[in-house]
């Protein structure tokens, strides 16, 4: 009975990670298998927390040294989608500077995904979103220093 169990299982993982690879492209599905990124940082340079439509949570943090991103990292109560997401904006932000990380919206990242469920795009934003956020609040703080 055993065996006829760990059959069973074993079918019905590769059937989900089948089905998500279709929905999520290569990368995503290595991504959600594997999310790097994830976070938080000790003591970042920028944070934010964003809530989305969904119900899902992201926050983002940033560490900087030079005016750049040396350090990014996401944390997220959400789907496995959000997890993907999350760890791709965070990814994305190293190495940019504030113009640059300006660049990374919720296009952006599902471009960079390359393929990704309709109904799971607004996790890209949700990404974005915290992003932009932790950036308008590592500006704010550099503002409050000079």
Not at 122 to 140: I, K, P, W
Request: proline share 3%; charged share 30%.
């Amino acid at each position: 009975m055993a065996d006829n169990f760990d059959a069973f299982v074993e079918n019905l993982q590769e059937r989900i990670f089948d089905e998500t690879r279709e929905a999520f492209g290569e990368a995503g599905f290595q991504r959600w298998r594997h999310p790097l990124y994830r976070g938080p940082l000790e003591a970042p340079d920028a944070h934010a927390r964003v809530t989305g439509n969904c119900g899902d949570t992201m926050e983002i943090f940033l560490k900087f040294d030079d005016l750049r991103v040396s350090d990014a990292a996401y944390r997220t109560d959400g789907c496995g989608s959000s997890t993907v997401c999350g760890s791709f904006a965070a990814e994305m932000a190293i190495g940019k500077d504030p113009d640059e990380l300006l660049t990374i919206t919720g296009e952006a990242i599902l471009e960079k995904l390359g393929r990704f469920p309709e109904e799971d795009r607004h996790c890209a934003f949700l990404a974005a979103d915290t992003l932009q956020e932790a950036l308008n609040q590592y500006m704010l703080s550099r503002k409050k220093k000079k």
